[in-house]
């Protein structure tokens, strides 16, 4: 097994979201703070339950595949909100940017000339050992060249108040929904800090992302669909949610056909071209014909479709690659080849164990370091 070690510090302290060093609290707090600290225990209680009924009743759940209940579990919902000063929000923002035009160079390069792996910046074994590196795609290129339309990334902040990225997302990213949801019901519960605070809004992101993708397609009068997984999986509610707030048609893989190239799908009234898909399917899970025989979510003929440009995929296929923990231990130096600039903000310390420099730099520090699968 191919396994990757990260550094874990030991916690001496942790940063203090909401005050200063010297206890008082910090600017971009204070408004909140001040709505907060205005409210009795019954009232607060009051606006809790009222967003817990919200939630309940928009049906938000998240599904757990393990549950013995076999139950949808409700969507769990702190009202009080994550803020964020403009400074942190624009560091933030810049580095994600960063990390999605590097998260496309990077699968533009494995999929096609492969020169990250000629000229040793990155090992053979992350991309062609990597159980998500589809072959079927080597030298396909997908519509308008782009891979990566959304990227996500998990984010930690650490006892200096530095952030860390934990974890990376650009095969078929999840959370769009939910975080929509949440924005919705916390700014219900406070309405009277959410417009004073100057919240950044969400509605001009989901326009954009749509439309960029749309813009790609043959053809405007072609539908645009959403392929879930169905409604099993544990984030059905989040595709069920975005499908109409995108005003995208929801399907499964049964609902799509392939034909000469290009992507249809079944009506009553007959067979209707398709543009775009919005995939929250796996790429491995895609296409029973090329990938997984053993699919039942996928479209036969899906990468034939892919490869004669008769089809936008968003994210397009072959994402898993970038997700690798191991990645993040080249990461810094793929950045250097590909950008020539640093991360703006770095992963967590990883040491790849499948060189024996790795094995030793691991066993060495191994008292503060947790081992994970490289894959």
């Known amino acids: ?57 928009n049906g938000v759940t998240y599904n757990v595949y393990d549950d013995r209940g076999g139950q949808a579990r409700p969507w769990q919902l702190d009202i009080v909100p994550f803020i964020l000063s403009s400074n942190d929000w624009k560091a933030i923002e810049a580095a994600v940017i960063q990390r ?11 999929y096609g000339p492969q020169r990250l792996i000629r000229e040793n910046v990155l090992p053979a074994h992350l991309v062609t050992g990597h159980p998500q590196f589809l072959r079927p795609l080597c030298g396909a290129t997908p519509a308008g060249g782009t891979h990566v339309h959304l990227y996500s990334a998990d984010l930690a902040r650490g006892p200096d108040g530095a952030w860390k990225v934990m974890a990376s997302r650009a095969d078929a990213p999840g959370g769009l929904g939910y975080a929509l949801e949440n924005r919705l019901v916390v ?44 409604p099993y999986n544990e984030a059905y509610f989040e595709h069920v949610y975005l499908a109409h707030y995108l005003g995208l048609t929801l399907v499964q893989g049964d609902d799509l056909a392939v034909r000469d190239g290009e992507v249809f799908l079944k009506t009553l009234t007959g067979l209707e071209r398709v543009s775009a898909i919005f995939r929250r399917v796996d790429s491995d899970f895609c296409d029973p014909l090329e990938f997984r025989g053993d699919s039942a979510l996928g479209v036969p003929g899906l990468t034939e479709a892919v490869r004669a440009g008769g089809v936008v995929l968003a994210n397009a296929l072959g994402g898993g690659v970038i997700e690798s923990p191991a990645m993040d231990a080249y990461l810094p130096n793929i950045s250097r080849a590909l950008l020539g600039e640093d991360l703006k903000i770095p992963d967590i310390a990883t040491i790849w164990c499948g060189t024996d420099w790795g094995r030793k730099e691991a066993l060495a520090r191994i008292d503060t370091s947790i081992l994970r699968d490289a894959f």
């Open 1 to 57: 097994m191919s396994e990757v070690a990260e550094r874990i510090s030991p916690i001496a302290s942790r940063f203090d979201e909401l005050r200063d060093g010297d206890g008082t609290v910090r600017p971009h707090w204070r408004d909140f703070a001040r709505t907060l600290s205005q409210l009795s225990p019954e009232e607060f209680a009051r606006r809790q339950a009222s967003a817990r009924a919200t939630v309940q009743d």
């Open 100 to 110: 999605a035009m590097l998260a496309d160079m990077i699968l533009r390069d494995v």
């Open 187 to 230: 700014s219900q519960t406070f309405p009277e800090s959410f417009g004073d605070m100057r919240v950044a809004r969400l509605a001009a992101f989901f326009n954009a992302y749509k439309e960029s993708i749309l813009d790609l397609g043959a053809s405007r009068r072609d539908r645009a669909v959403l392929l879930t997984p169905g």
